[in-house]
Nanobody, 115 residues
């Protein structure tokens, strides 16, 4: 059973930065896809960014150029560097990994951007 532990959420003023981290443990296999999703209250969870084991990345249009996803395969850790934050980035951010064909989710970390 894979467990995900997220950290780095909090409150920041518009224009500020935050870095989220997510450590995956318990996997017997290499983790292929690692990603960050977010969910705004009352809306569906949406993909923010994803990264494959080889480093290929994908971003939502709304965060392109402001957020950077990266990973450390040796530490089974994925990061999300968020810059130029906007109030509309306020959401619960979830770490997501795929191991073989099984999906796992973190517990979520709140990010609040004040105007």
């Amino acid at each position: 059973q894979v467990q995900l532990v997220e950290s780095g959420g909090g409150t920041v003023q518009a224009g500020g930065s935050l870095r989220l981290s997510c450590v995956a443990s318990g996997s017997r296999y290499s983790i292929n896809l690692m990603a960050w999703y977010r969910q705004i209250t009352g809306k569906q969870r949406e993909l923010v960014a994803s990264i494959t084991r080889s480093g290929s990345t994908n971003y939502a249009d709304s965060v392109q150029g402001r957020f950077t996803i990266s990973r450390d395969n040796a530490k089974n850790t994925v990061y999300l560097q968020m810059s130029s934050l906007k109030p509309e980035d306020t959401a619960v951010y979830y770490c997501h990994v795929m191991v073989v064909l099984t999906k796992y989710w973190g517990q979520g970390t709140q990010v609040t951007v004040s105007s």
